[in-house]
Nanobody, 119 residues
Framework: QVQLVESGGGLVQPGGSLRLSCAAS????????MGWYRQAPGKQRELVAT????????YANSSVKGRFTISRDNAKNTVYLQMNSLEPEDTAVYYC????????????WGQGTQVTVSS
């Protein structure tokens, strides 16, 4: 059974930093692409960044390039999103995603963690 558990969200002032974590279980890290998505109120869920099992990264949202960093620790089966220079526009629920590249190639979501950037 695959589980993704996010943590690290909260309230932060503009210009501040947060690090989100996603602890995964039931997947083989080396063969699973992990990603972070976000959904702001009234908007569609959007891809923020992905990282392959080998550590190759892709930032799909130009507004976060240079401010956000995705990383993973395969030994801990955990993926991180370091968010710096946060802006009010970054306020959203952030979701962890896992895409298996083996077996049934299923896709999984975490429950989400709220990030609020406000003074």
């Amino acid at each position: 059974q695959v589980q993704l558990v996010e943590s690290g969200g909260g309230l932060v002032q503009p210009g501040g930093s947060l690090r989100l974590s996603c602890a995964a279980s039931g997947i083989i890290p080396s063969f699973t692409v992990m990603g972070w998505y976000r959904q702001a109120p009234g908007k569609q869920r959007e891809l923020v960044a992905t990282i392959t099992g080998g550590g190759a990264t892709n930032y799909a949202n130009s507004s976060v390039k240079g401010r956000f960093t995705i990383s993973r620790d395969n030994a801990k089966n955990t993926v991180y999103l370091q968010m710096n220079s946060l802006e009010p526009e970054d306020t959203a629920v952030y979701y962890c995603n896992a895409q298996k590249s083996y077996g049934d190639r299923a896709n999984y979501w975490g429950q989400g963690t709220q990030v609020t950037v406000s003074s």
